[in-house]
């Protein structure tokens, strides 16, 4: 069965650094998402992206984020200047957008902001 | 603001009993509607869609009330397996691209 794969699946970083999260989407599908989950709580709509631009972004994804698919396979996440608050699990989704609506998430990327 | 909203749990029962969850979504315009199930730890992972005609998959029903703003998700037969959280999420448009929001999470603990 095809996955979203994610890398790297923990990362710890120091506050005020920058971290760039991976994913390889499912290779036929078109649109793809970042959410994020901080422990114990709900899963958070971060971004959407569609023909090489965003689509969509919640309050969330301010200027501190940005989103890019440099080489047409990968689609990466970056944090610059991290806060201890941006500690939480990220999890990259993928969707055909062809009649299914049923996202595939990656196994996640858990980031320990310290 | 777009809220799903979920009874937290935890629902605890024995092998084999029915075992029944509900949802309320916020938005009117909101156009599909999914349960998933989350492991500990683990990613989201799509369990199935609701159709406004409700729909089943195996022990699995899942119904939609438009009117009410409402979706339920019904196991049967409950296994150990199915212990984990289940996820009321809604696709906030008609477009793949459109988010989705996700509620809190219903906890199901199912013991021998």
């Known amino acids: 069965e095809p996955e979203v794969t994610q890398t790297p699946s923990h990362q710890v970083t120091q506050m005020g650094q920058e971290v760039i999260l991976r994913c390889v989407p499912i290779?036929?599908?078109?649109?793809f998402y970042w959410y994020r989950q901080i422990l114990g709580q709900k899963v958070e709509f971060l971004v959407s992206?569609?023909?090489?631009?965003?689509?969509?972004k919640s309050e969330i994804f301010d200027d501190q984020f940005s989103v890019e698919r440099p080489d047409g396979s990968n689609f990466t996440l970056k944090i610059r200047s991290t806060k201890l608050e941006d500690s939480a699990m990220y999890f990259c989704a993928s969707v055909s957008g062809r009649g299914d609506y049923g996202y595939t998430f990656g196994s996640g990327t858990r980031l320990t902001v310290v | 603001r777009k809220e799903v909203e979920q009874d937290p749990g935890p629902f605890n029962v024995p092998e084999g009993a029915t075992v029944a969850f509900n949802c309320t979504y916020s938005n009117s315009a909101s156009q599909s509607f999914f349960w998933y199930r989350q492991d500990c730890r683990k990613e989201p992972k799509l369990l199935m869609s609701v159709y406004s005609s409700g729909n089943e998959d195996g022990r699995f029903t899942a119904q939609l009330n438009r009117a009410s703003q409402y979706i339920s998700l019904l196991i049967r037969d409950s296994k150990l397996s199915d212990s984990a959280t289940y996820l009321c999420?809604?696709?906030?448009?008609?477009?793949?691209?459109?988010?989705?929001?996700f509620g809190g999470g219903t906890r199901l603990m199912v013991k021998p």
């Open positions: 999420v809604v696709n906030e448009g008609n477009n793949a691209g459109n988010m989705l929001t």
């Open positions: 290779s036929n599908h078109l649109y």
């Open positions: 992206f569609y023909n090489n631009e965003i689509s969509e």
